[in-house]
């Protein structure tokens, strides 16, 4: 069911010194910081010839991955993310075999403009894990 992977989210502190550190030591090629106000974060996307990563920031009061920042303060994988060809199907039979989904279940538009979910970690050997329609 699950196709590629489409992109691995990092949680930061300071999205200016991560981004950076992407750049100037690692060589990636970088997005310009997008505020995702939606989302409750700024995100730089790092485009590789496989995949992408996500650096994510928190943005506003109640940013979904502040408290993940407060139990990691030096930031960390905070989900990956997997394609799938049919969102709904994805959910339905994640439902069936007994996997949480996050929030109402109903999909929400991701970073890309896509259809996104987002699975319980405890039923995935602890990665939050997105399923993007794609
Ligand atoms: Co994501």
């Not at 196709?3 to 090629?29: E, K, M, P, S």
């Not at 409750?40 to 940013?63: M, R, W």
């Not at 929030?103 to 979910?117: C, D, F, T, Y």
Request: include cysteine; glycine fraction near 8%.
């Amino acid at each position: 069911m699950i196709g590629r992977l489409n992109h691995v989210a990092i949680a930061v502190r300071n999205l200016d010194a991560a981004a950076a550190l992407y750049r100037d030591t690692l060589g990636a090629t970088l997005s310009p910081p997008l505020p995702q106000p939606d989302h409750g974060v700024t995100v730089v996307f790092i485009e590789l010839p496989n995949t992408k990563i996500e650096l994510l920031e928190p943005l506003g009061a109640d940013s979904p991955i502040a408290k993940f920042l407060e139990r990691n303060p030096d930031g960390g994988v905070h989900h990956i993310c997997y394609e799938v060809d049919d969102i709904l199907a994805a959910r339905d039979r994640l439902k069936e075999k007994g996997a949480r989904v996050l929030g109402s279940g109903e999909p929400r538009i991701g970073a890309h403009g896509k259809p996104v979910l987002f699975l319980h970690p405890k039923d995935f050997n602890g990665a939050l894990v997105e399923l993007e329609q794609a």
